[in-house]
């Protein structure tokens, strides 16, 4: 029986590895600069690359460079530059708008697409450095992680433009990544203590996984 179950069992997980290799891969058109550390968002179905590190410096300087992605036509177009330079930084889209903020510093941006320039909206209370995992849920943008304090989340609001506190995560994590799935943040890897300890299972088991509830609002039917 026990043998039938470990048949079963890679044979499922088979499968499963065969369904997420399904597509492919294709090369599109390159970035007009090489950067790394940079912030991503889409918007209007267009990708925007902005801040990071300037690789065409000798030592990877900070930059405030925006290139912007048409994936109708596979072209690369300058977008206006970030109005400070920043690197680590981060970005989302919420109710419509694209925000830049995080990083190495603690300003907001928005993007305006109609007169093609950024301004400046509520600064955050705490600076969140070394990339923070974003996420957005009810068009509030979460920001958990980053350094100093590694364990941090903020909210930003958009409607009433206020950054608020949440729900601190329970280890402390930076240069780490999130999404959103059915109304639920999920904030995976990362470094930070204890994150070199988990390196052996990383292949059967993530490192580090992180999921935050947004508890519904008094006379809501969020759950």
């Avoid at 007009?32 to 912030?39: F, I, N, V």
């Avoid at 177009?77 to 930084?89: A, D, F, K, Y």
């Avoid at 930076?174 to 994150?195: E, L, M, Q």
């Amino acid at each position: 029986m026990k043998g039938f179950l470990g048949v079963l069992f890679i044979s499922l997980l088979a499968a499963t590895i065969g369904k997420a290799q399904d597509g492919e891969w294709k090369l599109l058109a390159h970035m007009p600069d090489g950067r790394q550390e940079l912030a991503t968002a889409v918007l209007n179905g267009k990708i925007f690359a902005i801040g990071g590190l300037d690789e065409r410096q000798p030592a990877g300087q900070a930059t405030n460079t925006v290139n912007i992605y048409n994936v109708a036509t596979d072209t690369w177009t300058p977008g206006p530059p970030l109005p400070i330079v920043n690197q680590h930084n981060a970005a989302a889209t919420a109710a419509g708008k694209l925000y830049a903020f995080a990083g190495q510093s603690r300003f907001t941006y928005v993007y305006d697409p109609e007169n093609n320039s950024w301004t400046q909206v509520a600064t955050m209370p705490l600076g969140q450095a070394l990339t923070p995992a974003v996420g957005v849920i009810n068009d509030k943008i979460y920001v958990a992680g980053g350094s100093p304090t590694g364990q941090l989340l903020q909210i930003y609001d958009p409607a009433s433009n206020t950054w608020s506190t949440g729900a601190s995560m329970s280890v402390q994590r930076h240069h780490t990544a999130g999404g959103v799935i059915d109304g639920k943040f999920y904030v995976a890897s990362g470094r930070g203590p204890g994150a070199q300890l988990a390196r052996p299972q990383r292949q059967a088991l993530p490192g580090f996984l992180a999921l935050f509830v947004r508890l519904p609002d008094e006379g809501s039917a969020f759950g």
